[in-house]
């Protein structure tokens, strides 16, 4: 039928090469993958292994976390290529509310300060319904990221399957559980670029006002830069767990 993909989804049993997804069933270790030429040893199911996030013998959990979230955010495809794919996502969608949460209060300040630039709303709310207020941006932009994942990862799961591609819903949630630390560099920038802008306005109101258009130049260019990062980050990670044997 016109359309539609006739490929077949190997089974999660099969054992595929990691550079070109081919079945290497059967194939003695040590040997060469007849599709690509890559060594076998290459895809060995135990090269990928828990992050140190979820080892408990690796150190104090503080530490433990920093060291997969610089892994996360500067190591991205060596990360991804040694995740371990088929595991409990317990300790994972813990990571990824840490960073939700840090990413959705940043935001949220970053929020209201814009506001408080375009509509003076410090001159309105009091400081109880402030942080009332804020507390609420902070609460839709994580049920946001929720959402967004849970969308990313039913699509990606659609897309790979109709594909071919071995990539169930379990196993792109767990890849971006740990993608979520890729909105702290970008929660960061906006939130620094907001409130360099908020207390320039505070100390020079009638240069800012010169500069406001600029200023909402610079926000623009920053939303359509982090989009891009984030899509290559995601595309890294699912690239690098597609043909992941374990």
């Not at 030429?37 to 199911?45: I, K, L, N």
């Not at 135990?46 to 503080?62: F, S």
């Not at 939700?100 to 509509?119: E, K, P």
């Not at 942080?131 to 990862?153: D, E, H, N, Q």
């Amino acid at each position: 039928m016109p359309g539609v993909s006739n490929s077949t989804v190997p089974a999660e049993t099969d054992w595929l090469c990691e550079h070109c997804g081919y079945v290497l069933n059967g194939l003695n270790p040590g040997g060469r993958c007849p599709e690509c030429g890559q060594p076998t040893d290459e895809s060995a199911r135990n090269l990928r292994k828990p992050p140190a996030w979820e080892d408990a013998a690796a150190g104090h959990i503080v530490a433990r976390f920093l060291r997969t979230s610089a892994m996360v955010i500067f190591r991205t495809q060596a990360f991804y290529r040694s995740l371990q794919t088929r595991a409990d996502r317990t300790q994972a969608k813990a990571f990824a509310r840490i960073y939700w949460t840090i990413a959705s209060i940043l935001l949220a300040f970053a929020g209201y300060w814009h506001l408080d630039w375009s509509i003076d709303l410090h001159r309105k709310l009091t400081t109880p319904m402030t942080l009332l207020f804020i507390a609420a941006i902070a609460i839709v932009i994580y049920g946001s990221f929720i959402l967004t994942t849970a969308l990313a990862a039913r699509l990606t799961n659609w897309e790979a399957t109709y594909r071919g591609y071995r990539m169930p819903t379990t196993v792109v949630r767990r890849g971006l559980d740990y993608h979520a630390a890729h909105y702290l560099p970008v929660a960061i920038v906006a939130t620094l670029t907001i409130l360099a802008f908020h207390e320039f306005q505070l100390h020079n109101p009638q240069k800012a006002a010169e500069w406001g258009m600029r200023y909402l130049y610079v926000l623009s260019s920053e939303v359509i830069v982090s989009a891009g990062y984030l899509f290559m980050t995601y595309w890294t990670a699912m690239k690098n767990m597609m043909y992941a044997s374990r």
